[in-house]
């Protein structure tokens, strides 16, 4: 199957999903998903290994926490990947989105205490299709920013600005017909270019040494999650988040992806382990561990001309921090107590 059905059967599933009552989501699961479907979520859920799993286990309890749940799109594009280091395709037909889940909790999923704030949880994830089939998924959802949401932060003000996740500037990032492939093969090698030539390309000891400047436009907006934040420059994204990231994981290495495809404009990157570090230095609330670190995130472009314009940025900072003995669920649910 082509690009466009694997898109069509992403969005028949989610529409399914939206749809769907607490009580029927373990058939729409079994009904969209392969029978020996993998789910790839953010912690404390992490690996489920079957449709009912990731039914019971996430899409099931947060329906049930939230019955006026509605899905918003902002992006949603395909591709095969090329994710390895070495350059070579994996031949692996995948489906990218991104947006929000809103709504106003009524109950509580994963003990996360409720409010009178109505929520816009930013999510994304990856599904890889085999033969008409969907086979394998790699989810986040930003609990960070979820926490912060409620007013119960786990993390220090970020110095980026916090709650900014929109859709692509004037661009549309459902992509509802074919791409030029031109444009699709363009977006994949400076996708590439940056991944696996820039960001590992750092010295220990400039930024420079990235040439990131070859690969963002100077106005870049770079949608952080929650606990780092947004940066809407260039000179902003490297004073706000890579110096402090840099100094605390200077050695940090991009690895071979589970994906990382393009459509037109559009290049997504996944990986559960896609970037390998030690934290050598303190981070945010962490500090120095010397621990071997890895980092599992989403990233979303948008390419307009030679440059990255947008870039939408996913890390799972609840199993990040509780790799370096911080477990932020543990917080919120300390901070949520009455003194």
């Not at 529409?15 to 009580?23: G, Q």
């Not at 050598?280 to 979303?300: E, M, N, R």
């Amino acid at each position: 199957m082509g690009t466009q059905a694997n898109k069509d059967q992403i969005l028949a599933f989610w529409a399914a999903l939206d749809a769907a009552e607490a009580a029927e989501i373990v058939s729409v699961c079994n009904k969209h998903l392969a029978p020996d479907f993998i789910w790839r979520g953010p912690a404390p859920l992490s690996l489920q290994t079957s449709p009912k799993a990731v039914a019971d286990s996430f899409w099931h309890p947060l329906k049930q926490a939230i019955p006026d749940l509605k899905r918003e799109i902002h992006m949603i594009f395909g591709g095969t990947s090329s994710g390895r280091v070495d350059g070579g395709q994996d031949g692996e037909n995948w489906v990218c989105g991104t947006g929000y889940l809103t709504g106003q909790a009524e109950g509580e999923f994963l003990n996360i205490p409720t409010t009178q704030q109505r929520l816009r949880l930013r999510w994304g994830a990856f599904y890889k299709l085999r033969q008409g089939q969907i086979v394998e998924s790699q989810m986040l959802i930003d609990f960070v920013d979820w926490f912060d949401q409620i007013g119960l932060p786990v993390l220090p003000k970020s110095l980026g600005i916090s709650h900014v996740y929109p859709p692509p500037t004037a661009f549309d990032g459902v992509m509802a017909h074919p791409q030029d492939p031109a444009q699709t093969a363009e977006t994949l090698h400076l996708g590439r270019q940056l991944l696996y030539g820039g960001l590992n390309l750092y010295d220990t000891a400039q930024l420079s040494s990235m040439g990131m400047a070859g690969f963002f436009h100077p106005n870049i907006k770079w949608y952080g999650p929650g606990g780092i934040g947004a940066c809407f420059s260039l000179a902003e994204f490297e004073t706000l988040h890579q110096r402090p990231w840099l100094a605390a994981f200077p050695d940090r290495k991009v690895q071979d992806l589970d994906a990382l495809i393009a459509e037109g404009a559009l290049l997504g990157a996944a990986g559960v382990a896609g970037v390998r570090a030690t934290q050598s230095g303190a981070y945010l609330t962490a500090p120095a561990s010397g621990k071997q670190l890895q980092i599992s995130g989403l990233d979303f472009w948008l390419r307009q001309g030679d440059k990255f314009t947008e870039n939408w940025v996913f890390v799972d900072m609840i199993d990040l921090f509780a790799q370096m003995g911080q477990d932020l669920f543990a917080q919120l649910h300390r901070r949520a107590q009455p003194d």
